[in-house]
Every structure is written in C-alpha cells, then in structure tokens.
C-alpha cells in the first residue's frame, strides 16, 4: 500500500509564497500522473496541477502562471511551489497518485480517480 504524506501548509498573507510536498512511500519514477488537488468545506474537490512519467505539467485556470507542480524522483517527492497566493487559494491540499494508466482519463487537472490520496494539509491566505 502506497502512502502519501503532504506538509508545507500554513497561514500566509495574499501575496506570499507557500511550497508544499507530499512524500510517498513508493518509487515514483516510473508514476503515469501525480497531482496536487484542493477542497473548500462544502464544495467538491477541484484539481489544481498535475505531472506525468514524463514531467508534462497541467494546471487548471487560476494555477497558471502562479504555481509549479514538480517531482524529485530520487527522494520520491511532489511539490507545489504556489506564489502570489490570494484568499481563494485557501483550502485543503491534497496530493494524489495514479502508478498506472488504468484506461480513464488522461493525467490531467480534470483527472479525479486516483489510486492514493494523502490525508491533506491545510492551507489558510489572509487579505
């Protein structure tokens, strides 16, 4: 069973800058996608970024131009490098892997179906 653990959340001003990471259990080399994903009480969880076995990123809208979604294959590492945060940024992150193309849906923010999620961390932007 395959654990991911994310950390690097925390309370920020709007303007600041958060990294956050999600350390996994497993050899992530060879990973078809990798993802970070965020979650508002009361909404459903929305995907932010994501990054293939080939390091092809994907952000969804408001993620482009502000956050990097990369891996360190050697450490087995996923990080969000988030800058120019605002309030709506807030929320639970949440990191998620997919090791194997399973015949659904391209890795991609769009993506939801993963096979390991982490427990999240938190993530609060002041004004």
């Known amino acids: 069973q395959v654990q991911l653990v994310e950390s690097g959340g925390g309370s920020v001003q709007a303007g600041g800058s958060l990294r956050l990471s999600c350390s996994v259990s497993g050899d992530i080399s060879n990973y078809y996608c990798m993802g970070w994903y965020r979650q508002i009480p009361g909404k459903a969880r929305e995907g932010i970024a994501t990054?293939?076995?080939?390091?092809?990123?994907s952000y969804r809208g408001p993620a482009k131009g502000r956050f990097t979604v990369s891996k360190d294959n050697a450490k087995n590492i996923l990080y969000l490098d988030m800058n120019d945060l605002t309030p709506s940024d807030s929320g639970t992150y949440y990191c998620a892997a997919l090791p194997e193309f399973d015949g659904g849906a391209w890795c991609g923010p769009g993506r939801y179906t993963m096979d390991y999620w982490g427990k999240g961390t938190l993530v609060t932007i002041s004004s």
């Open positions: 990054i293939d076995k080939g390091d092809a990123r």
